[in-house]
């Protein structure tokens, strides 16, 4: 059974920093590739940053400079480090593994920064 579980939302004023955390089990995790993802209410949900197996990464252009995806394969767990929030990145935030053809989701945490 695939589980993705994360932790480190929370409320935070704009311009400080939250680090998110997704430990995994259940899938090969030095074969997957992981990824951060958000979604606002009424939105369709984005991609935020992935890494990949290999360890390449992508940001989407608006977290590019501010946040940092990284991933310890000892660990099964990825990690977003967030800086310089805006209210903007409000949202609920999802981990995301793809692995064996196939997409998994963790149950989301959310992420309110306040201006």
């Known amino acids: 059974q695939v589980q993705l579980v994360e932790s480190g939302g929370g409320l935070v004023q704009a311009g400080g920093s939250l680090r998110l955390s997704c430990a995994a089990s259940?899938?090969?995790?030095?074969?997957?590739?992981m990824g951060w993802y958000r979604q606002v209410p009424g939105q369709q949900r984005e991609s935020v940053a992935r890494?990949?197996?290999?360890?390449?990464?992508n940001y989407a252009d608006s977290v590019k400079g501010r946040f940092t995806i990284s991933r310890d394969n000892t660990k099964n767990t990825v990690y977003l480090q967030m800086n310089s929030l805006k209210p903007e990145d409000t949202a609920v935030y999802y981990c995301?593994?793809?692995?064996?053809?196939?997409?998994?989701w963790g149950q989301g945490t959310q992420v309110t920064v306040s201006s």
């Open positions: 995301n593994a793809y692995w064996g053809w196939t997409d998994y």
């Open positions: 890494i990949f197996s290999g360890g390449g990464t």
């Open positions: 259940g899938i090969s995790f030095r074969g997957a590739h």
